[in-house]
């Protein structure tokens, strides 16, 4: 009894390296068609959320650095 995994390798076997690359570049075309793609204002969104939240991240990073800094610098006689 064959496994599904040799089927495949059998049957990738029969057909020609030109015809794999055609498939795989027809099963991925099939597959973009079924991507659902979004409007120019949902980009714009969530753009600006994803700048929003790196500036917030940024900040809050920078504030935390510079305390500990403050806070660590006497006790490290630095």
Same mark, same amino acid.
């Given at each position: ?9 059998? #049957?990738?076997?029969?057909? #020609?390296?030109? /015809?794999?690359? +055609? #498939? $795989? $570049?027809?099963?991925? @075309?099939? =597959?973009?068609? +079924?991507?659902? @793609?979004?409007?120019? =204002? =949902?980009?714009?969104?969530?753009? /600006?959320?994803?700048?929003? !939240? !790196? !500036?917030? !991240? ?5 504030? @935390?650095?510079?305390?500990? =800094? ?9």
């Amino acid at each position: 009894m064959r496994t599904i995994a040799q089927e495949r390798r059998a #049957g990738a076997a029969r057909t #020609g390296a030109a /015809a794999r690359v +055609k #498939g $795989f $570049f027809r099963d991925a @075309w099939l =597959e973009l068609q +079924k991507v659902i @793609w979004p409007s120019r =204002e =949902e980009v714009a969104r969530m753009t /600006a959320l994803v700048i929003a !939240v !790196v !500036v917030v !991240v940024g900040v809050f990073i920078f504030v @935390w650095s510079r305390l500990l =800094e403050i806070i660590l610098r006497p006790l490290l006689g630095a």
